[in-house]
């Protein structure tokens, strides 16, 4: 079984490699860019039988600092 876990920081907390990659899309020239977040996806390769519970316990032990970011498991 594979899992992605997609990470991002939560809504109010600030993303200042979001605002680097705003600032320079800014500067080549593409307008019209308000925001950017910026998050990271952690791909695994998991044995069949591991639970879904077993993978939120990864994340919330290891993979999301869960007091600044927020992650959304995607079985594929």
Known sequence: ????????????????????VKHAL????????EG?????VIELDL???TSEATINEMCEKLLANTVI???RVELV
């Not at 800014?26 to 860019?33: A, E, M």
């Not at 950017?36 to 990271?40: E, I, M």
């Open 36 to 40: 950017v977040r910026q998050g990271k």
């Open 1 to 20: 079984m594979k899992a992605k876990v997609h990470v991002m920081l939560k809504n109010g907390v600030l993303d200042p490699q979001g605002e680097a």
């Open 69 to 71: 970011e927020s992650y």
């Open 26 to 33: 800014g500067s080549l020239g593409f307008d019209g860019v």
């Open 47 to 49: 044995s069949d039988d």
